[in-house]
């Protein structure tokens, strides 16, 4: 591990269990705002729901970013959605490309997932304490676990070009501080709800909703400025998706 004492400070691990991890053991110990954990492979990367997060060496991006907020624990969730928007800016201005965010989480091209978040919190007495936001891109060509073969892309791949994994990575940073600090400006996505909605490979498309009590489908109609989704039902009716699993007709197999 080598440590980057520019502020704020960004470590730089070979091989890490999972940057969201050691950023919440970081930011445990006192690490700042700001402060950035990144690895060049993980032995236990994580996705949403507690799926594993498939984590080779040499090939991609894998970072957590800490920040401490002074908004409400309620207004955290809204950072996974700041952080897409981020992402999908930061992508297109290293290389071109023009990534789409599914709600809420993943960037796609072309149908395709090439970057996952995860958003952790820290509450102690009904105060944020500091949220990790991790974020795994793909970015060299690669052979894809099978589950994963007909659903995944790089960045290379997409682009047909070497993508320089460090500009890249300072491209998303630079575009998440913008996009934190309007957020942090306005208390809402209002700021940013047009354009996230632009982004939004599930705007006005079929979704199936997978809630525990069940499932319901309807057309999605964008966000609303605290980032639920807006899902219009079969009578007219509009339903806000504030958890749940959302599948998109067309993307990852769901037809």
Known sequence: MKTDQAMPPRYVYGSLDSTNEEAKRLAAQGAPHGTVVTADMQTAGKGRRGRSWVSPPGTNIYFTLIVRPEFAPEKASMLTLVAAHALTRGIARETGLAPGIKWPNDLVIDGKKVCGILTEMSVEQGVIRHVVIGAGINVREQSFPAELADRAVSLDAACGARVDRERLLDAVLEAFKEDYEEFCRTGSLASIRDSYDRLLVNRDREVCVLEPGGEYRGISR???????????LPDGRIRLVFA???SVRGIYGYV
């Not at 966000?223 to 639920?228: L, P, R, V």
């Open 244 to 246: 749940g699993e959302v």
């Open 222 to 232: 964008g966000i609303t400025d605290t980032g639920e989704l807006r899902v219009e």
